[in-house]
């Protein structure tokens, strides 16, 4: 059965996350569903990350087996007709081989969450930012951020749901970029790691913001670390501002002139 790497972007708002879900919709559903319209026969798909409830991607990626060769560029046009409504697209399709796995042969996931600081309410972006109305001291941020980065036990920054084996991960970058907003200011945190926990990027975006708002200071940061303790974490942030911004893989399966 011939193999496909789609990039897909949706915005998780209507969704109980990627993962299917038997009586909720997902992401995973909505495009197991699209593709069931052209192959009746097509197994389950396979993504890069499982994203929460109300979480979007930008890159996401995942891998489907079709019965017979599709065109990329057609695969991704019939793909898109069968996905409306849906506030999902496909927004790159490639052939790959049958080794590909989108889950395990990447080596890097990234994520960007924004944080918009303003007093009024969000219009445009409203559900694809986290508001708050108390200004916030980006470099606080930084000085916090950085004392995350490397590798660490994770347990204080991790869901109790989660099911990783082991707390212990590599945090390559956790960036903390300031931009102008209209009445106020957004703080985008870009986050890159092979792997994460659950929770794990929303964990350090709330435990920031109260850097960021004074409530905290760095040093708790390195200290809620230490504790290696769920409960010294700070809140963790809602999802609407999170993002799967990318995946990367030994080589780039869209890098090809089979590309969409």
């Known amino acids: 059965m011939p193999r496909y790497a ?11 996350g990627w993962q299917r879900q038997k009586d909720q919709p997902s992401v ?26 109300g979480v979007h991607a930008l890159g996401q990626v995942a891998h489907c087996d079709m019965t017979r060769d599709w065109d990329p560029f057609r695969l991704s046009e019939a793909l898109n007709f069968h996905l409306k409504p849906d506030p999902v697209a496909i927004v790159a399709c490639a052939r790959v081989d049958d080794d590909f796995h989108a889950r395990f042969s990447a080596i890097e996931r990234r994520y960007l969450f924004r ?8 219009v445009h972006d409203a559900g694809n930012c986290w508001r708050v109305v108390q ?10 951020a950085d004392r995350l980065i490397g590798r660490h036990d994770f347990t204080t920054f991790r869901s109790t749901m989660c099911q990783a084996e082991s707390p212990v991960k590599t945090l390559d970058e956790l960036r903390v970029e300031v931009l102008p907003y209209p009445g106020g200011t957004e703080f985008r945190f870009h986050v890159r790691a092979r792997s994460f926990l659950h929770n794990q990027v929303r964990s ?20 809620a670390l230490d504790a ?25 399966p869209f890098n090809s002139r089979d590309d969409l």
């Open 6 to 16: 789609l990039k897909i972007e949706y915005d998780g708002a209507p969704f109980a």
């Open 28 to 53: 995973q559903g909505a495009v197991e569903a699209a593709l069931a319209k052209l192959d009746r026969d097509v197994p389950s798909i396979a993504a890069a990350g499982r994203t929460d409830a």
């Open 115 to 122: 944080l918009v600081s303003r007093r009024a309410p969000l």
């Open 135 to 144: 200004e916030l001291d980006g470099d606080a941020m930084q000085a916090g």
């Open 204 to 223: 350090f975006v709330g435990t920031l913001e109260r850097v960021g708002a004074g409530a905290w200071s760095p040093d708790e940061v390195s200290a």
């Open 228 to 252: 290696r303790d769920r409960a010294a974490c700070g809140p963790v942030c809602p999802p609407e501002g999170l993002y799967l911004d990318g995946v990367t893989y030994p080589a780039d």
